[in-house]
């Protein structure tokens, strides 16, 4: 079945939640967690105001998801707050779809050097992001030194 890719609505916090919990934390951590970034009442260090979110469907069904803010963090102008893919439907393009999403929302707003944090022993992530042209910045980051919309992946 195909997915389609939109603007996070309230409705979908507690699906997001759901996916968030199955690597850490609980489902009500990551609901309040969501819904305060989302809103602008919780932010990361550094995170300015403009911030933008993108789920993606099948059919009824929420599959994944990504989050972004404008930034000042690491000299950075924008972060990858959150990408995530319910691990039934890694390896199908999902993130891939998300990635090219949330890269053109950083192009619209003018963001350039884009930073992601990433856990070393993270592989699937690393690769993802190595696909789109992030290099190491250090042990814990990754950056895109233009915007990874104006990257496609190497090996989709």
Same mark, same amino acid.
Not at 89 to 115: N, P, T, Y
């Given at each position: 079945?195909?997915?389609?890719?939109?603007?996070?609505?309230?409705?979908?916090? *507690? $699906?997001? @939640? /759901?996916?968030? !919990?199955? +690597?850490?934390? &609980?489902?009500?951590?990551?609901?309040?967690?969501? =819904?305060?970034?989302?809103?602008?009442?919780?932010?990361?260090?550094?995170?300015? *105001? $403009?911030? @933008? /979110?993108?789920? !993606?469907? +099948?059919?009824? &069904?929420?599959?994944?998801?990504?989050?972004?803010? =404008?930034?000042?963090?690491?000299?950075?102008?924008?972060?990858?707050?959150?990408?995530?893919?319910?691990?039934?439907?890694?390896?199908?393009?999902?993130?891939?779809?998300?990635?090219?999403?949330?890269?053109?929302?950083?192009?619209?707003?003018?963001?350039?050097?884009?930073?992601?944090?990433?856990?070393?022993?993270?592989?699937?992530?690393?690769?993802?992001?190595?696909?789109?042209?992030?290099?190491?910045?250090?042990?814990?980051?990754?950056?895109?030194?233009?915007?990874?919309?104006?990257?496609?992946?190497?090996?989709?």
């Amino acid at each position: 079945m195909a997915f389609t890719v939109r603007a996070v609505e309230d409705s979908d916090i *507690a $699906a997001m @939640a /759901a996916i968030r !919990a199955r +690597e850490w934390g &609980t489902e009500i951590f990551w609901k309040d967690r969501i =819904r305060l970034y989302l809103s602008g009442e919780h932010s990361p260090k550094q995170a300015l *105001a $403009a911030r @933008a /979110a993108f789920v !993606a469907v +099948e059919g009824t &069904t929420l599959v994944g998801f990504v989050a972004a803010h =404008r930034t000042r963090r690491l000299g950075c102008d924008g972060e990858l707050q959150w990408m995530n893919v319910a691990e039934e439907k890694r390896g199908l393009g999902v993130a891939d779809e998300l990635m090219a999403k949330i890269s053109a929302w950083f192009v619209e707003h003018s963001i350039h050097r884009v930073c992601v944090n990433v856990e070393a022993t993270n592989t699937v992530a690393l690769k993802l992001y190595g696909r789109w042209a992030a290099r190491r910045l250090n042990e814990h980051w990754m950056i895109w030194e233009d915007a990874p919309a104006r990257a496609t992946p190497a090996n989709p």
